[in-house]
């Protein structure tokens, strides 16, 4: 009897939850993306991979940041990809471990890169969209620049490029090494936008997280699937948090 009711207990220990895990992200050029109905990319991949190896499954989601951002926030057993670790953010979510180093900047078009820095040194203002809960908003605000910034908040990276694009603001904020990708869909070369500052948040990490109500037991699962498939060593890609 005794060696049934060990069995039993192991069996529930390793027991997938209730409620299955919900894995969301945003749209982030190659990394995640949909392929054919379904979340793809290398970043959607590799956590694919991590849940393998969890002994773990998820359902995957794309949403709008501010959208994802919010459920990882409020709801249990919600993993949320890729995620800059920021103090803000520390007490808020269960973080996994690192997946990529991310750069971001502050983007303006090429034609108005030196006026606009003649402007802001006369103490001017200038105009910058990002999406709400970004990663940047914080940094924004912390720069000695922040009391001549007009921050103007979107739904997603998208709806920032295309105030930019139509001059409705004068910056977005962004990984400069996915200019060219961003910007195709508008038909304009990768030059059309140069680095106004380089954040710096620059150089840090991109995390898997999970929501802070999420069951303990599956966070340490996934906590240790990532040591044993990265380990603290293992290089990891560059790309763009949020």
Known sequence: MQLLLGAALMLAANALPTEPL????????????????????????????????????ADFVIYPWARAYQLARTEPNVLIYAMARLPERESQFHWIGPIANF???????????????????????????????????????????????????????????????HKRVDAVVEN??????????????????????????SGAAAYLAASKTTDPHLVERLQQAWQRLYGVSQPMPRERPE
Not at 27 to 53: F, I, K
Not at 176 to 200: H, K, M, N, R, V
């Open 176 to 201: 400069p090494a996915l200019l060219t990708e961003l910007l195709e869909p508008y038909q304009l070369p990768g030059d059309t936008l140069q680095l106004l500052w380089l954040l710096p948040v």
């Open 22 to 57: 919900t894995a969301v992200t945003t749209p982030m050029g190659s990394y995640q993306t949909m392929v054919d109905g379904e979340v793809a990319g290398s970043n959607t991949l590799w956590v694919r991979q991590l849940l393998n190896e969890a002994g773990l499954d």
């Open 103 to 165: 750069e971001l900047a502050v983007l303006v078009k090429t034609e108005q890169q030196a006026a606009l820095k003649q402007q802001l040194l006369q103490g001017g203002r200038m105009s910058l969209a990002v999406p709400r809960d970004h990663a940047a908003v914080p940094l924004l605000k912390a720069m000695p620049e922040a009391g001549q910034l007009d921050l103007f908040f979107t739904a997603t990276t998208d709806e920032a490029f295309q105030l930019l694009v």
